[in-house]
């Protein structure tokens, strides 16, 4: 079955780096679209970042365009989240998702999979 694993949260401070993995398996995902998505507290899950897993483009939402870089690697399956110049309103809970999409979409009712999420908290 399909399991998407992610892993690389933890505690940072304002301003400092982390980057999310997300080990994908259980199919070839060559035609699925991959993101990101993050709910924080009292929050809806909302879109992050998104890109097919074949490659080409990728999408940010705009409150982390420029600071945070979708990316994946065939070789591990695994897409990544890097983060940086993170801010105390990223603070959430990552999820990874799998759609099996040829277009990319910042909605989550399009992803057919999901992982547990990974708790991310930046301090002020």
């Known amino acids: 079955q399909v399991q998407l694993v992610e892993s690389g949260g933890g505690l940072v401070q304002a301003g400092g780096s982390l980057r999310l993995s997300c080990a994908a398996s259980?199919?070839?995902?060559?035609?699925?679209?991959m993101g990101w998505f993050r709910q924080g507290p009292g929050k809806e899950r909302e879109f992050v970042a998104a890109?097919?897993?074949?490659?080409?483009?990728?999408y940010y939402a705009d409150s982390v365009k420029g600071r945070f870089t979708i990316s994946r690697d065939n070789a591990k399956n695994t897409v990544y989240l890097q983060m940086n110049s993170l801010k105390p309103e990223d603070t959430a809970v990552y999820y990874c998702?799998?759609?099996?999409?040829?277009?990319?979409?910042?909605?989550?009712?399009?992803?057919?999979?999901w992982g547990q999420g990974t708790q991310v908290t930046v301090s002020s």
């Open positions: 998702a799998a759609g099996n999409r040829w277009f990319w979409t910042p909605s989550k009712t399009e992803y057919d999979y």
């Open positions: 259980g199919r070839t995902f060559s035609s699925y679209t």
């Open positions: 890109m097919r897993w074949s490659g080409g483009s990728t």
